[in-house]
């Protein structure tokens, strides 16, 4: 974890470096996974079509930021974090200096980067990002999520553009384009990988197999169902791959002559983990939807039982079309693991219609777009 202070730049390059041809970028994408990754996708797109270009992370000493930015190569920015009060607390009362100062060190590092163009992705650290760039920097908004946050509804009024990843995100204006994703999902042949993802997992090369993960922790109903089931998938010929979070473990029993059932803590090479897969049963936070889909990889959605509902609705639109199922957390037992997953992970003419659904409504191109946007507003 970065020890570094706010307003400080982290990363290998020097975000106050001599000013150079190209556009500077700022983005601000803070606090969780499903906020940074989006906008080091961007990051990546952006020196891709323009590799004079200049792009300077936003984040907070909080975040996850502090590991994943520099790891991709990008200067981070930290600034005061300014996390929203859920209800009416001695917090609130000091919301409005924390604002301020805030958003008095984002103006600092972006007058200092010189930046020509702001982009917004939501939590904590965009809130920031807008109200600091308001008249002063021409302003980007992509929201990720089927429902849009707090932060997103304020810059939204602010921005030049505004972009989503659904449809009815509650920004209104906003252009549907998907979710900017690593180039190495994108870009992913499942075919010409599944030999090889299939040796590095110690998986059955023809088998019919499942990929089961829960998020970088795992998911213990996820964990619970699979594991309870294991002797029933093996017996029916399926082999799987589950992550079960590195805090947990699943024990099963090899069943004589079966496809192996791989217990890992994490997966190290999602690309690889999808390339084996036939299918995969997993969560429906925004960023493993928009992978899922863009791979064409057939799949069971057990959306979080917690929040507002939001992974449910992420997960909506490809359920709709065709390319998957969604089983609720209470729902999901080791019968039905018995009862529904596994006759369709031995149903190749199903899987084979749920992949071509599933691929209609991915967005491949997603950070393309979104960098020829961000790209054209720095421009004017």
């Known amino acids: 974890m970065s020890t570094q202070q706010p307003g400080s730049p982290a990363g290998r390059e020097d975000s106050s470096a001599p000013e150079r041809k190209g556009p500077t970028v700022v983005v601000a994408g803070g606090g969780t996974a499903g906020h940074i990754e989006p906008a080091m996708a961007l990051a990546d ?43 009416a607390s001695p917090e609130l009362l000091r919301m409005p200096l924390k604002v301020r100062d805030s958003v008095r060190r984002t103006r600092e590092v972006l007058d200092r980067v010189g930046a020509d163009v702001v982009v917004g992705f939501g939590g904590y650290v965009s809130l920031s990002a807008y109200l600091g760039a308001r008249g002063r920097v021409p302003i980007v908004v992509h929201e990720a999520n089927a429902r849009a946050g707090l932060s997103n509804k304020v810059g939204a009024r602010l921005a030049e553009r505004v972009l989503a990843a659904v449809p009815d995100s509650g920004l209104p204006g906003a252009s549907t ?33 499942v990929l089961v993960f829960g998020g ?116 999901l037992t080791p019968q039905r693991v018995i009862d529904e997953v596994l006759p369709l992970a031995c149903d190749p003419d199903m899987l084979a219609r749920m992949n071509r659904a599933t691929l209609e409504t991915g967005h491949r191109e997603a950070d393309r777009v979104l960098a020829k946007t961000v790209l054209e507003v720095a421009a004017q």
């Open 216 to 331: 970088s922790q795992g998911a213990q109903t996820l964990n619970t169902a699979f594991s309870g089931a294991a002797d029933a998938l093996g017996r029916a010929g399926v082999g799987v791959l589950h992550a079960h979070g590195p805090k947990n473990t699943v024990a099963v029993q090899e069943v004589a002559g079966a496809p192996p059932y791989v217990p890992v803590p994490y997966l190290e090479r999602m690309d690889l983990a999808y390339a084996a897969a036939d299918l995969v049963v997993c969560r429906s936070g925004a960023m493993t939807v928009a992978e899922v889909s863009a791979v064409g990889l057939p799949a069971v959605f057990v959306p979080l039982p917690h929040g507002n509902g939001e992974q449910a609705l992420n997960a909506q639109p490809v359920v709709s079309a065709g390319g998957a199922r969604m089983i609720t957390d209470e729902e």
């Open 45 to 87: 797109a952006v020196r891709r079509l323009r590799p004079d270009a200049r792009v300077v992370a936003l984040g907070t000493e909080r975040g996850l930021e502090t590991d994943i930015v520099p790891r991709r190569g990008y200067p981070l920015e930290l600034v005061p974090p300014v996390p929203m009060p859920r209800k």
């Open 177 to 209: 384009i998907g979710i900017p994703l690593r180039e190495s999902i994108t870009t992913l042949d499942r075919a010409a990988l599944r030999e090889q993802a299939r040796a590095h997992y110690g998986l059955d090369p023809r088998a019919p197999t």
